[in-house]
């Protein structure tokens, strides 16, 4: 288990620079990229359950220096963003994007707050998020979303987040979801 996690990580790394150096093209870092985070919460689960460890304290310990594996895997946990300007694109992209708004809305009204049941909603809403073009870098929603997968993929999935916690991800979600309409009536 802990063999197939250390791969999984250099595999990301090597993944994230060759996609910097050009060496891929954007479907197949896509497809591999979304294959390795998956595999990778399944290692993380297997592998640290049983040691009572990080990831962070993982790769410590085995002298990994991966940055680029580090913030794909535990801060993002989506592939790098992919702008599309085409108008079809765009269309499908804002649906998706209120989809995953909703859906992941109605999970924390109706009281999920296991750290696996929220990552995956989350994921999914900061990589539609990310597709939308002419969005500045800094922009609210993308902001709000990534700080809470960041808190999320810190977290075990067994986890579970508080009343406290799950009532301010609603008030972040709403907001973010206020401020991506108020993106989409000024870019009509």
Same mark, same amino acid.
């Given at each position: 288990?802990? =063999?197939? $996690?250390y791969a999984i990580?250099l595999?990301? %790394?090597h993944?994230?620079r &060759?996609?910097a150096r /050009? +060496?891929?093209?954007?479907q197949?870092?896509?497809q %591999?990229?979304? !294959?390795?985070i998956?595999?990778?919460?399944?290692?993380e689960? +297997? =592998?640290l359950?049983k040691?009572n460890?990080?990831?962070?304290?993982f790769?410590?310990?085995?002298q990994? /220096?991966?940055p680029? +594996?580090?913030?794909?895997? $535990?801060?993002?946990?989506?592939?790098e963003p992919?702008?599309s300007?085409?108008s &079809? /694109?765009v269309a *499908?992209?804002v649906?998706?994007?209120?989809?995953?708004f909703?859906?992941a809305m109605? =999970? *924390?009204?109706l009281?999920?707050r296991?750290?696996? #049941?929220?990552q995956p $909603?989350l994921s999914d809403l900061?990589?539609?998020l990310?597709?939308?073009?002419?969005t500045?870098?800094?922009?609210?929603p993308n902001h709000? *979303? !990534? !700080?809470w997968?960041q808190?999320?993929n810190?977290?075990?999935a067994?986890d579970e987040?508080d009343?406290?916690?799950?009532?301010?991800?609603?008030?972040d $979600? /709403?907001s973010?979801?206020? #401020?991506f309409?108020?993106y989409?009536?000024?870019? !009509?």
């Open positions: 288990d802990q =063999a197939t $996690l990580i595999a990301t %790394e993944l994230e &060759a996609y /050009d +060496a891929i093209t954007q197949e870092y896509v %591999e990229c979304n !294959k390795l998956s595999q990778f919460r399944l290692a689960k +297997a =592998a359950s040691l460890m990080t990831t962070e304290k790769m410590q310990l085995y990994m /220096d991966c680029r +594996a580090t913030e794909r895997l $535990l801060n993002m946990g989506v592939p992919i702008r300007g085409e &079809a /694109d *499908v992209t649906a998706e994007t209120v989809q995953h909703i859906t109605d =999970a *924390v009204k009281e999920s296991f750290v696996d #049941e929220l $909603l900061m990589d539609s990310t597709r939308l073009p002419e500045p870098n800094d922009w609210s709000k *979303v !990534k !700080k997968l808190k999320l810190s977290m075990r067994v987040i009343e406290e916690d799950s009532r301010q991800l609603y008030l $979600l /709403d973010a979801y206020s #401020e309409t108020r989409l009536k000024r870019n !009509k």
